[in-house]
């Protein structure tokens, strides 16, 4: 049977939470020699961001991506926040603001599997697709 990023980012957390650095380096270089035994080295990234997933859930994180069409002001971005936070029942939001001017305005939000499309793009699409 095939190990997914996802088994090995959670193997990698339980292993290692509340570990002491001294074995923590004893840890991480087993790991990475059973990743190489097992020829899924190239999965290493996948297996990262996946481990920072399961980091970010035991600390009350949620990475948030809003993407507009030009940046926003760091007030909007911590109104975003603190609302996605409430809903979410988070303690830290970490925002990442992308720039795409193809949505020609409005916001999307992502974070988690949940996107929220709320660009121009999308409502002048639907629209169309009413009208049509």
């Known amino acids: 049977m095939k190990i997914t990023s996802r088994q090995y980012a959670l193997a990698l957390y339980e292993s290692i939470k509340n570990k002491e650095k001294e074995e923590l380096d004893i840890l991480l270089k087993n790991f990475v020699s059973v990743l190489i035994k097992n020829n899924d080295l190239k999965l290493l990234e996948k297996i990262i961001s996946e481990f920072v997933k399961f980091c970010d859930k035991a600390d009350g994180k949620a990475r948030v991506e809003i993407i507009s ?5 760091q007030e909007i971005i911590s ?3 603190k609302n996605i936070a409430a809903k979410l029942d988070k303690r830290n939001i970490i925002i990442n603001n992308k720039i795409n001017k ?21 409502k002048i699409n639907c629209l169309r697709s009413k009208l049509y």
């Open 69 to 73: 069409a030009k940046k926003l002001d």
């Open 102 to 122: 193809n949505i020609l305005g409005g916001i999307i939000l992502k974070y988690g599997s949940t996107i929220i499309d709320g660009s121009f793009k999308n």
């Open 79 to 81: 109104l975003i926040g």
